[in-house]
């Protein structure tokens, strides 16, 4: 079996807060919106909690061991006491340490206050979604390491990194929905489902799934992320900032 060497996933730019680190709450958007859900199989692909930004504002942090702080630990745990009650709770995750450890907290969180039963499925490599979707892993760790994390991203929304490199966003896109669907489809309701990685694969959902060019002055905050619904009716929904998109399951 070949080894799995991560690199940068994104992580990168967060806008200057109004309040010290320390004190930001995240995720409260992502319950509200959780819990807004008429259906009884909910699916979210959520960013990770609050990381050790190492350099701050680099695009492409290279220190993929980064962790959470102690404050990205307690909104873990925070956001999985906020999630709706009454759920059969299962949890999967990208192979990085922040996301571990974020999904560690809200399992932890969740069986303080609800009854339902929490599973952990572990690590889920194609939320590494940059090693996952690459035709030549060494080829596009190459590329984005000279163009950096930022514009590599914007090169593979846009098509236009060198051929052969990295799968199409929209085979991104079938791959994560059809995966979705047959997870929220084959397990019992009532069920949350949680996918917990990194802002680069939710960027690529974002354009792929709602269309239009995302917005880089506005970047994912921590414990954000798609809520998906899937109906009696057997109807798949995507929704984000506002917006819904109905997808094919």
Same mark, same amino acid.
């Given at each position: 079996?070949?080894?799995?060497?991560?690199?940068?996933?994104?992580?990168?730019?967060?806008?200057?807060?109004?309040?010290?680190?320390?004190?930001?709450?995240?995720?409260?958007?992502?319950?509200?919106?959780?819990?807004?859900?008429?259906?009884?199989?909910?699916?979210?692909?959520?960013?990770?909690?609050?990381?050790?930004?190492?350099?701050?504002?680099?695009?492409?942090?290279?220190?993929?061991?980064?962790?959470?702080?102690?404050?990205?630990?307690?909104?873990?745990?925070?956001?999985?006491?906020?999630?709706?009650?009454?759920?059969?709770?299962?949890?999967?995750?990208?192979?990085?340490?922040?996301?571990?450890?974020?999904?560690?907290?809200?399992?932890?969180?969740?069986?303080?206050?609800?009854?339902?039963?929490?599973?952990?499925?572990?690590?889920?490599?194609? =939320?590494?979604?940059?090693?996952?979707?690459?035709?030549?892993?060494?080829?596009?760790?190459?590329?984005?390491?000279?163009?950096?994390?930022?514009?590599?991203?914007?090169?593979?929304?846009?098509?236009?990194?060198?051929?052969?490199?990295?799968?199409?966003?929209?085979?991104?896109?079938?791959?994560?929905?059809?995966?979705?669907?047959?997870?929220?489809?084959?397990?019992?309701?009532?069920?949350?489902?949680?996918?917990?990685?990194?802002?680069?694969?939710?960027?690529?959902?974002?354009?792929?799934?709602?269309?239009?060019?995302?917005?880089?002055?506005?970047?994912?905050?921590?414990?954000?992320?798609?809520?998906?619904?899937?109906?009696?009716?057997?109807? =798949?929904?995507?929704?984000?900032?506002?917006?819904?998109?109905?997808?094919?399951?």
């Amino acid at each position: 079996m070949d080894t799995i060497h991560i690199h940068a996933l994104s992580d990168v730019w967060e806008l200057e807060p109004e309040k010290p680190a320390e004190e930001i709450p995240y995720g409260d958007r992502l319950i509200d919106v959780i819990k807004s859900m008429e259906c009884d199989r909910i699916g979210v692909i959520l960013r990770h909690s609050v990381r050790d930004q190492g350099r701050r504002g680099e695009v492409a942090n290279p220190n993929m061991v980064a962790g959470l702080t102690p404050h990205g630990h307690n909104e873990s745990k925070r956001f999985g006491r906020s999630l709706p009650r009454g759920f059969n709770l299962v949890v999967g995750y990208s192979p990085v340490p922040r996301c571990v450890e974020t999904a560690t907290g809200i399992m932890s969180g969740y069986s303080h206050v609800n009854s339902g039963s929490i599973s952990d499925i572990g690590i889920d490599d194609s =939320l590494a979604v940059t090693h996952f979707f690459a035709k030549d892993r060494n080829a596009m760790e190459s590329h984005r390491e000279k163009v950096g994390g930022l514009p590599f991203l914007r090169e593979w929304l846009d098509g236009s990194l060198p051929v052969g490199m990295m799968k199409s966003p929209s085979e991104v896109k079938r791959f994560v929905v059809s995966s979705v669907s047959k997870d929220l489809k084959a397990r019992q309701p009532p069920l949350l489902r949680l996918w917990v990685g990194h802002d680069y694969g939710l960027i690529v959902l974002i354009e792929t799934i709602f269309g239009g060019r995302f917005k880089e002055i506005k970047w994912i905050p921590y414990l954000d992320g798609i809520v998906f619904c899937l109906s009696r009716e057997g109807l =798949l929904t995507a929704a984000w900032d506002g917006e819904i998109a109905r997808l094919s399951a």
